[in-house]
T-cell receptor, first 109, second 115 residues
Framework: GQSLEQPSEVTAVEGAIVQINCTYQ??????LSWYQQHDGGAPTFLSYNGLDGLEETGRFSSFLSRSDSYGYLLLQELQMKDSASYFCAVRPSWGKLQFGAGTQVVVTP | GAVVSQHPSWVICKSGTSVKIECRSL??????MFWYRQFPKQSLMLMAT?????????EQGVEKDKFLINHASLTLSTLTVTSAHPEDSSFYICSARVRGLYEQYFGPGTRLTVT
């Protein structure tokens, strides 16, 4: 079967660094993406890793290790507006996305 | 660019009635559109994939006669929930993809409540 595991919730203070891990098991793999979703809103694309290594986009970075079926999203210099759900999503086949259960990030003052 | 809209943003309907949700790509042509359902505090579950001009492909466990999908043009796909029941109450989100590109652009979602 196919599955993705990520923590359900993470709490951190403003200015801190948070790492959200994602492990996956899929029959096919075309890369790992990360999405942010605020309550009641649409998912917005954050990053994509097709190859092993680190991708950096501003305060957010994402890492992939295909041999370990593992990736993470790193949120630096946390801001209150970063409070949201973060989903990892694998591409099990061309064009499709399969989402993890999501990690609720709570940023406190 | 890459804006996807959905209409309505929320709808309340009585049990047994049908509801149509529209998904439009505003500034690009979407060869493929996806329909997801999301229950509170849960993940997005893919319901079906629709390609312009052809029949939708439904994921396992999704009733195609209950969730009718039409992708009549490169900018519009519709999802009709037929004979809605309270358990169909959910957040329905569409996304659109351009031919040859992988990334999906998501609409703002439609909150459906069936009473």
């Amino acid at each position: 079967g196919q599955s993705l595991e990520q923590p359900s919730e993470v709490t951190a203070v403003e200015g801190a660094i948070v790492q959200i891990n994602c492990t996956y098991q899929t029959s096919g793999f075309y890369g790992l993406s990360w999405y942010q979703q605020h309550d009641g809103g649409a998912p917005t694309f954050l990053s994509y890793n097709g190859l092993d290594g680190l991708e950096e986009t501003g305060r957010f970075s994402s890492f992939l290790s295909r041999s370990d079926s593992y990736g993470y999203l790193l949120l630096q210099e946390l801001q209150m507006k970063d409070s949201a759900s973060y989903f990892c999503a694998v591409r099990p086949s061309w064009g499709k996305l399969q989402f993890g259960a999501g990690t609720q990030v709570v940023v406190t003052p | 660019g890459a804006v996807v809209s959905q209409h309505p943003s929320w709808v309340i309907c009585k049990s047994g009635t049908s509801v149509k949700i529209e998904c439009r790509s505003l500034d690009f042509q979407a060869t493929t559109m996806f329909w997801y359902r999301q229950f509170p505090k849960q993940s997005l579950m893919l319901m079906a994939t629709s390609n312009e001009g052809s029949k939708a492909t439904y994921e396992q466990g999704v009733e195609k006669d209950k969730f009718l999908i039409n992708h009549a043009s490169l900018t519009l796909s519709t999802l009709t929930v037929t004979s809605a029941h309270p358990e169909d109450s959910s957040f329905y989100i569409c996304s659109a993809r351009v031919r040859g590109l992988y990334e999906q652009y998501f609409g703002p979602g439609t909150r459906l409540t069936v009473t």
